[in-house]
């Protein structure tokens, strides 16, 4: 699990997925299948989309996403 700059988001990866969502209410920005190219893909998307995260904060989010990709699909 990792908090994003500013504390109010986290990305975690639990049996094979990954999600990202708001520390105090819940509410996800996404949730992707960590080992699969295509699924991160998308995910990368919505995260470039968001509204909710800040430009740092989508820097973060995607260094994980990637993270959480290359543990899960090199094991």
């Known amino acids: ?3 994003l700059p500013g504390g ?8 094979g997925v990954v999600r ?9 920005i996404v949730e992707f299948e960590a080992g699969y190219d295509d699924a991160v893909a998308k995910a ?4 470039h989309a968001s509204d909710r995260l800040t ?7 995607h260094f994980w996403s990637g993270y959480f990709y290359a543990h899960a699909s090199h094991q």
Request: glycine share 0%; proline share 0%; net charge negative.
């Open 55 to 61: 430009e740092e904060q989508k820097c973060f989010a």
């Open 44 to 47: 990368q998307a919505t995260i």
């Open 20 to 28: 990202l969502f708001h520390r105090h209410t819940e509410e996800l």
């Open 8 to 15: 109010d988001w986290l990305i975690q990866q639990h049996d």
């Open 1 to 3: 699990m990792a908090q």
